[in-house]
């Protein structure tokens, strides 16, 4: 098989060494890239700058939830990447040599995205680029961030080809990854936990019959005392992982003859494969104790970082980048006061944190840390397969799922009796609407107000759903009920028969405008 060949992208010059740009996101990694074209399809001009001039390679995501796939659907992304993807539902978990249980993360019919797709990062990547292109983002690349003054306007030092280039910015959007130069030059650190297991991670090339589920397996024969995950990718291309333990040395683990014996007692001494790409990981979860620092916002892995177990590294960074863009793009509108800013920091913190406590959690549960731990998962682990209580104790990663916004200043507490599910400040459900996807009507350029055959509110564009008995179901509704949904797809509130004033004020709370 040949191996991937990244695109090469053009450098293009500034072609002058001062410029001013209003908006300028730092790093075209996939949570770059996702908000430089969500802010240009909301008419903001954007520069993003990177100092590479390719996707990322090697061994990164490969699983993008169903609420990145929503909102890559909004961005105009999701098709290349769900047909090239691979979908699943289903996760496995094996303990030694037998099946403890199966788990579906989509129980729920119409639904237009799966689960999961699983897609290599750099396809993902490629997807986003041609996108932002498409919708003419200024994508700088060969352009490293070097120097950041921000002692009066925000002013970027770039090294270019062309040599040094100063650009002022008003907004800086920093998706600089989990190195962040950003993060670095305002000195600023992450707080959390550093876990010493190494993981060796490997990308093979074969033909396998396994179906396309996740499984996964604590302390299986081919690999006595550790874990290991299996995962299909597009290409022909599946992802194991595979832990070493504390004293893994990682450059033995690396050596190609070294991998080979490991996987070969994984899969057997007849079947044919090729290593893609080889790494040995240790995995971290920490964040940045705020996300916004006067002009600067941090998202992405340059705000917090998380093991893979759950995949919500990317896919969190991607309800970052929704989570701001309709935002910023208010404010710089003069359509929102410049505090709405803030409520980025307040509801993505906790989401953060959220994201965080699951993975550390699973990490724990994974790579126990005393013979304790060790003893507590192994008895959980013999008791699941027979037994819910225990099965409820076992962690292998839970998966990533769109953030509830609980205590968002944004969101209006109901004041109508409603079941839990679609609480303000979660993201809206899906539901075939007629011949249509309900989710595609809802958000994007505005708010919207999805009426359950109640009144039409005046200046705020509407769908009415009360023909969908799915979605009547899904929400809880009943004649006259109405959702004031947010331009990120997320409830800000719900009635059972609004008033004129109430939506009106619900809209006022949810741009800032009051409190
Ligand atoms: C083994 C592994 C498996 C994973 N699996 C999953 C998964 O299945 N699902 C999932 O959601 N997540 C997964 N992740 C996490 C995911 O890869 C990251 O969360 C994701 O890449 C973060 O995206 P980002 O855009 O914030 O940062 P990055 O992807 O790191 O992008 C940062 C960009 O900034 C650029 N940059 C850096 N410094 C500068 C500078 N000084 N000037 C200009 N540009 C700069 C870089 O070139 C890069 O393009 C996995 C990670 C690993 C390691």
């Known amino acids: 098989m040949g191996r991937y060949q990244p695109p090469i992208y053009v450098y293009r010059s500034l072609g002058a060494s001062r410029v001013g740009r209003r908006v300028v996101v730092v790093g075209a990694g996939p949570v770059g890239l996702a908000l430089a ?16 001039d390719t996707v990322s390679t090697g061994s990164r995501a490969i699983c993008w939830a169903k609420r990145s796939l929503e909102i890559f659907d909004r961005l105009g992304v999701a098709r290349p990447i769900v047909e090239r993807g691979i979908t699943w539902n289903t996760g496995k978990v094996f303990h030694r040599d037998r099946l403890v249980y199966g788990f579906n993360l989509l129980p729920e019919t119409d ?44 002013t970027l030092t770039v090294d270019t080809p062309d040599g040094e280039v100063t650009i002022e910015a008003d907004w800086v959007l920093a998706c600089d990854g989990a190195k962040s130069q950003v993060r670095r030059l305002m000195g600023l650190d992450f707080r959390g936990q550093v876990f010493e297991d190494r993981f ?89 104790e705020r996300f916004r620092h006067g002009r600067v916002f941090f998202l992405g892995d340059a705000a917090h970082q998380v093991s893979p177990f759950g995949a919500r590294g ?61 003893r507590f998962r192994d008895a959980a682990l013999s008791l699941a397969g027979d037994h819910g209580f225990a099965r409820a104790l076992v962690n292998s990663g839970r998966l990533s799922v769109a953030s509830v916004y609980r205590n968002s200043p944004l969101s209006t507490p109901d004041v109508d009796a409603f079941p839990e599910r679609l609480c303000p400040g979660s993201a809206a459900a899906d539901a075939r609407v007629g011949d249509e996807w309900l989710l595609p009507r809802l958000g994007g350029d505005d708010f919207t107000l999805l009426r359950f055959g109640s009144e039409d509110s005046e200046g705020i564009p509407s769908v009415d759903a009360l023909g969908s008995s799915v979605a009547r179901d899904r929400y809880g509704a009943e004649s006259g009920t109405a959702y004031l949904i947010r331009p990120d797809q997320h409830v800000a509130a719900r009635w059972r028969r609004p008033t004129r004033e109430q939506v009106a004020d619900a809209l006022a709370r949810a741009t800032a405008r009051v409190s």
């Open 314 to 374: 990317g896919n969190s960074g991607i309800q970052d980048a929704d989570n701001l863009g309709w935002k910023l793009a208010l404010v710089l509108k003069g359509a929102a006061p410049e505090h709405l800013l803030d409520s980025y920091d307040a509801e993505r913190g906790p989401a953060a944190d959220e994201n965080i406590l699951h993975s550390t959690r699973s990490t724990d549960f994974i790579t126990p840390r005393s013979e304790a731990s060790r």
């Open 37 to 52: 074209i969500d802010l240009r399809l909301r008419g903001i001009d954007v520069a993003l700058i990177d100092e590479d």
């Open 200 to 288: 060796l991670i490997a990308d093979v090339h074969m033909q396998a019959e396994f179906p396309t589920e996740r499984w996964f397996w604590f302390d299986p024969p081919f690999h006595p005392g550790g874990s290991a995950l299996l995962h299909r990718q597009a290409d022909d291309i599946w992802r194991i992982d595979l832990q070493l333990g504390r004293d893994a040395d990682p450059v033995e683990e690396r050596k190609p003859e070294r991998v080979v014996s490991r996987l070969r007692a994984m899969l057997g001494p007849d079947r044919r494969f090729e290593l893609a790409w080889v790494s040995v990981y240790t995995f971290q979860c920490r964040r940045l």
């Open 111 to 154: 639904h237009a995205f799966p689960a999961f797709v699983n897609l290599q990062q750099y396809h993902v990547e490629e997807a986003l680029v041609a996108r932002a292109d498409a919708l003419g983002a200024e994508v700088l690349w060969n352009h490293r961030l070097t120097g950041l003054d921000l002692r009066g306007q925000p």
